[in-house]
């Protein structure tokens, strides 16, 4: 990374333990007492590939002493993909040939519908970047009619100024999701071609403006393939440490998307294969044992099935990247990428089911959030 | 009924409290219940599920007889959603108590002493019956008692660590000066730790992780169900003396003389 990083994001003093640690290493770090950056890095180190099933092991142990035998669900809403950006991975990207579409009040209330029927109650709302078609305004009103529906209402969305998280979270938001995409400043802009997605720092900054304005938790996450996957994920570490430290009644998230195949065709440069993703999984769990780690139906079932639990404490089910994607009353656009795990929610359950776990469609309740005036 | 834990106008034979989170499935939970004894049950306001039975656990607490639901208000950050929680769980399901748990921080949740002390008096004054989660705080325990709590409910360590009684000297002394029931809640594992806090005049205490994150949880409830009731048993039998005085080889009263007679 040639461009310098915040000090509090620079993860270039560990970057040396990657290659040093060897298997004692791992063993000790993944049964330290209180694991930091440096357990965290030796357990990313390619020697902890060879004691991936003692961290799985730990990571399990972990997982079920603070979330239990419980994998809480969640589903996005898809509200348009009208975008001013180009960003090379995303098929919502300006230069794609694609329908566009945003959601009528009434088309939202059908896609509520059938994602009530589906029992869903925590719902995470996405868009495009900032147009003045899909603005500001347009998201703050969806949430806020999510929010008369659904007892918890999350947005991934563009880059907000305070002011306007404030008015998210006052709307009904309860977190946010916002992915730096890549750590690395030269990659990010190469990726990031045109468009308001172009200011990394902007976005890099983002959750914490959240945080201080009202919203509860920020999920952060880095799009494994865009970058050398274990730098990034020392930044994302070092990231989600960061606004733990700043903001101590907020909470954070951390997801694990992998560039899928999606239109416009493009390939990870630095492809992420399962078993890294499970180790940096399992290594964020040692790590941060409290902290919500998500995985989407991005990843195949066979994989969801084998790290629930394990690591991952909170799962979408049966999505749909496409707007519209939930209910018939709605035109149909092209999704954002290929939803590998395509099961519904009955069969998703009936696998929890059958490996002892409990689906928590329901974690919260509206009664927290703060009344109108 | 000689030795019940009295808590607000009820007693209650079982001094063993059970959380109801984290259990692989609602039977599995429940399976638990019954197998603890236990008469008094938590649960938390943002698990009730009025629109999707399967993924509702009051609805199937609420059938279990002999059971005293406490609801909780796990998820307030502060004073105003904690009061807003208790209002409407006692609407939902119609007990007077509430547990009482402000966490403002969701990864460590260790409780809001402000908050809670700020809730419960207005919770007092809804006329509930207030069992506040607090730090082990003795001077906090009697703030809570003096404004009308019916019980307080130290930690022994964090909610779910599993590092057993790390607030042990607090705990004796909010045990030694309190005039309502302790509850010790949170961070115990074993049931020997349960069983060491009722040896040492805990009231009760209250278990979730510890039986739901076992291997098996039924057979765990059971557990911890013996554990309290030994240890409440020890305390009642009263243990002997544990320490042996040493004999100095060099007395330190030879100075005043042989005793006169």
């Known amino acids: 990374m040639s461009v310098a990083l915040p000090d509090w994001l620079d993860p270039s003093p560990w970057l040396g333990l990657l290659q040093q640690a060897g298997r004692a290493a791992v063993r ?41 035998r419980t994998i809480a669900l969640y589903a996005p809403l898809y509200v348009s993909n009208y975008c001013p950006s180009g960003c090379s991975y995303c098929g919502f990207a300006s230069d794609r040939w694609i329908r566009r579409h945003k ?18 109650e925590e719902i995470l709302l996405l868009t495009g970047d900032r147009v003045a078609t899909a603005d500001y305004g347009y998201v ?21 100024s305070e002011e306007e998280y404030g008015g998210l979270a006052a709307a009904g ?32 900054d983002a959750p914490a403006r959240a945080l201080a304005n009202g919203i509860r938790v920020a999920g952060v996450g880095a799009l494994l393939g865009l970058s050398e996957p274990l730098p990034e994920m020392l930044c994302l570490f070092r990231h989600a440490t960061y606004l733990r430290r700043r903001f101590w009644k907020s909470g954070i998230a951390i997801s694990f998307p992998r560039i899928r195949p999606q239109s416009g065709g493009y390939a990870a440069e630095f492809p992420v294969s399962e078993r890294l993703l499970a180790q940096i999984i399992c290594a964020f769990r040692i790590c941060l044992p409290d902290v919500p780690l998500v995985l989407s139906t991005r990843e195949s079932a066979r994989f969801r099935d084998g790290i629930a639990g394990v690591g991952i404490s909170k799962m979408s089910v049966a999505s749909k990247t496409s707007v519209g994607g939930y209910s018939d009353a709605v035109v149909r656009s092209p999704g954002q990428f290929e939803i590998e795990d395509q099961r519904g929610v009955e069969s998703f359950c009936a696998m929890l089911a059958a490996k002892g776990l409990q689906p928590v469609f329901k974690n919260w309740d509206a009664v927290y959030r703060e009344p109108a005036a | 009924m000689n030795d019940g834990l009295r808590l607000g106008d009820r007693v209650f034979a079982s001094r063993l409290l059970l959380g109801t989170g984290k259990f692989s499935s609602t039977p599995a939970m429940l399976r638990a219940v019954r197998a603890s004894g236990a008469e008094l049950v938590t649960l938390a306001l943002r ?87 607090i730090a082990a705080d003795p001077v906090l325990a009697k703030r809570l008692e003096e404004i009308g709590c019916a019980a307080v409910m130290p930690l022994g360590a964090a909610i779910g660590s599993g590092q057993g009684l790390t607030t042990l000297s607090m705990l004796k002394l909010i045990l030694r000066d309190a005039g309502v ?17 009722m040896e040492m005049g805990g009231d009760a205490v209250l278990i979730n992780s510890a039986i739901a994150a076992a291997e098996n949880p039924e057979l765990m409830a059971e557990a911890f169900g013996a554990a309290v009731r030994a240890g409440r048993q020890a305390w009642r039998a009263g243990l002997m003396p544990k320490s042996e005085l040493a004999v100095a080889t060099s007395p330190l009263t030879a100075f005043l003389g042989e005793p006169v007679l």
């Open chain 1, 28 to 68: 000790q770090a993944a049964a330290a007492d209180s694991p930091g950056i440096r357990e965290f890095a030796v357990l990313l180190s390619p020697a902890a590939a060879g004691e991936l099933e003692t961290m799985a092991q730990r990571a399990q142990a972990l997982t079920r002493r603070h979330f239990g």
């Open chain 2, 181 to 197: 029931p302790v509850i010790v809640d949170a961070g115990l594992r074993a049931p020997s730790e349960a069983a060491a806090t």
């Open chain 1, 173 to 204: 938001c309860t977190s946010i999701t916002m992915y730096q995409e890549t750590y690395d400043r030269d990659r990010y802009e190469r990726l990031h071609g045109w468009g308001p997605k172009r200011d990394y720092t902007w976005r890099l």
């Open chain 1, 140 to 160: 703050r009103d969806s949430v806020a009619y999510l929010a008369s529906r659904f007892h918890n209402v999350a947005a991934e969305v563009f880059a907000m």
């Open chain 2, 47 to 133: 698990r009730f599920n009025r629109e999707r039975s399967e993924d509702d656990i009051y609805g199937p607490l609420s059938t279990l007889e002999g059971i005293t639901l406490v609801p909780n208000t796990s998820g307030a950050m502060n004073a105003n959603e904690a009061v807003r929680a208790a209002l409407l769980g006692r609407e939902l399901s119609g007990s007077p108590f509430v547990k009482l748990e402000i966490h403002p921080n969701p990864h460590h949740l260790l409780p809001d002493p402000i908050e809670t002390y700020e809730a419960a008096k207005a919770l007092v004054a809804e006329g509930f019956f207030v069992l506040p989660y």
């Open chain 1, 103 to 120: 959601m009528t009040p009434a088309e939202l209330e059908a896609e509520t519908g059938a994602l009530k029927k589906m029992g869903l």
